[in-house]
């Protein structure tokens, strides 16, 4: 029933189990067992658990599975993961699915952890990990190899705000049979289509969007049931990186109210944008929602509108970036997105102060540059707010 419905419906609504006393809030099921009516029960459950029968609330817990299967049909995937954190679903995934030997195609402009993944972690155990500029199709073209088992990429980069063409990237992958993995945080499930679009595997840092409302870490792996079933859940369950029922009912409340904020936070993003079109103090404005951005009409078909986020560069590079982010009164200094509280960071000293100098310019991450993830506050109380801080900045 849940595939009929549209994606504000299925948000409230879908997965939602009740129990005998048909509580109309989801229950919070706080219990890691299970209790059995006999030991043949218990026995006969270890063999195979049905729909409703769980084990051990690292393998699965009533209202985790809500979450599972709430954020599964909004997405349009068969089945989903729910993690401990974004980072458990990027690991998770790509550990369960790689071993030795095996080749992964991933685009270079991540976030810090995932590059972190990427580059130190899977290489130590023998993946051989090739990175590439992701808006560049002939990169892709030229690093996809017959041994290639995994390509990775987030859709919206972090960030420079790049669109990375999921169907393009999609048709050069699925013809040396690889398996493709999208971080589509920036995306949002709101505006997500990647599953149709070709992604075999969506992920979530829940952390952001999803909960919006900056009280708890999680994340989720969507794909085909055989992947999460017999690929993932094996993994996730015996390494322990599985979610917590508390963090589940924390992302369902969540879930219910996302399309509201997240449509409101992109329009207030779009709002902004425009408001600061040839602003004196900026080199840059960087918001793939708007026309000015080089990949608008990309960014239009992918995903409808632009996000959350958008990242401005300010001419007087470091001194004046750190003027900005201090006189800013509603806009806090953090390194959250998606919030429903508009939060600004300085990406060079903070999320990517890791990175060289080289591969900071590579990515676009200069002095001058911030990134602003735009909360549910009035626009227009944000707009002049900015424009304050920027007046105070050059
Ligand atoms: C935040 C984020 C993650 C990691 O999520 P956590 O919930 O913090 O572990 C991964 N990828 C992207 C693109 C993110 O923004």
């Not at 009516?37 to 195979?48: G, L, Q």
């Not at 051989?128 to 390509?151: H, I, K, N, S």
């Not at 009164?329 to 060289?356: E, F, M, W, Y």
């Amino acid at each position: 029933m849940t595939g009929e419905w549209k994606k504000r419906t299925t948000a409230v609504h879908g997965g939602t189990r009740r129990s005998q006393y048909g509580e109309l809030s989801e229950a919070i099921f706080l219990t890691q067992g299970f209790a059995y009516d006999s030991a043949e029960a218990a026995e006969a459950r270890f063999i195979k658990a049905g729909e409703d029968e769980f084990i051990y609330a690292r393998y699965g817990n009533p209202t985790v599975r809500m979450f599972e299967e709430r954020i599964a049909a909004l997405e349009g995937a068969e089945d989903a993961f729910a993690t401990a954190s974004g980072m458990a679903a990027v690991s998770g995934a790509l550990t369960a699915m790689l071993k030795t030997g095996d080749h992964v195609v991933s685009s270079r402009a991540l976030f810090g952890s995932c590059l972190y993944v990427l580059e130190e972690i899977l290489t130590r155990f023998g993946v051989d990990v090739t990175f590439v500029d992701g808006t560049d199709l002939d990169q892709w073209r030229a690093a996809l190899r017959e041994d290639t088992r995994a390509v990775f990429f987030e859709s919206v980069s972090n960030p420079t705000l790049e669109v990375i063409d999921i169907r393009a990237v999609c048709d050069l992958a699925h013809a040396v049979g690889a398996v493709v993995v999208v971080d589509n945080v920036f995306a949002t499930p709101v505006f997500s289509k990647a599953i149709a679009q070709g992604a075999d595997v969506v992920i979530y840092s829940a952390t952001k969007h999803i909960d919006g409302q900056g009280r708890a870490l999680g994340g989720v792996i969507l794909g085909t049931t055989d992947f999460i079933r017999k690929t993932v859940e094996p993994y996730m369950k015996h390494t322990g990186g599985s979610m917590s029922p508390f963090t589940a009912w924390v992302m369902l409340k969540g879930l219910e109210t996302m399309s509201l904020r997240v449509n409101a936070q992109a329009d207030s993003a779009l709002a902004l944008t425009e408001a600061l079109q040839g602003h004196a103090g900026l080199s840059r404005v960087l918001y793939p929602g708007h026309s000015s951005h080089v990949q608008h009409a990309l960014c239009t078909a992918q995903m409808g509108k632009g996000g959350t986020v958008v990242s401005l560069d300010l001419k007087g590079g470091q001194p004046a970036a750190f003027r900005f982010l201090n006189a800013l009164r509603i806009v806090t200094i953090s390194n959250n997105l998606g919030d429903a509280k508009s939060i600004v960071t300085h990406p060079a000293t903070t999320t990517h102060q890791r990175l060289s100098d080289d591969q900071k310019a590579a990515l676009g991450i200069t002095p001058g540059l911030v990134r602003l993830s735009v909360g549910i506050e009035d626009p227009d109380d944000l707009i002049a707010d900015v424009k304050q801080a920027l007046a105070a900045a050059s």
